[in-house]
Nanobody, 130 residues
């Protein structure tokens, strides 16, 4: 069973950038797809983006397309979320997730949401504020 540890959250001004990391360990890591979700208190967990680790296929939801970039380091089994041009509405706890059912990582990610993602990290806080 894969285990996930996020890092890299913090406080940033609007228009700034942050880079989140998701370190994976345990199991056949290249058989998984990995995703980033975010959650604001009182709201459902919202999908942000996902990637197939081995093939590198990546998908983004409309809210972050063109601003956020997913990167993978297969040697370090780490997924990075480069967040640029951050907005106050990006403020949330960001969670890394993994699934062996890789088709859940697709351009339907926003609609399918947390369905199928069965391994989660502890989350890291991102705050965008002046």
């Amino acid at each position: 069973q894969v285990q996930l540890v996020e890092s890299g959250g913090g406080l940033v001004q609007p228009g700034g950038s942050l880079r989140l990391s998701c370190a994976a360990s345990g199991g056949r890591l290249d058989r998984y797809a990995y995703a980033w979700f975010r959650q604001v208190p009182g709201n459902e967990r919202e999908a942000v983006s996902c990637i197939w680790l081995e093939e590198g296929f990546s998908f983004y939801t409309n809210a972050v397309k063109g601003r956020f970039i997913l990167e993978r380091d297969r040697f370090r089994n780490t997924i990075f979320l480069q967040m640029n041009n951050l907005r106050p509405e990006d403020t949330a706890v960001y969670f890394c997730a993994a699934t062996l059912n890789r088709p859940y990582c697709s351009d339907s990610l926003y609609n399918t949401g947390v369905t199928g993602w069965d391994t989660w990290g502890q989350g890291t806080q991102v705050t965008v504020s002046a």
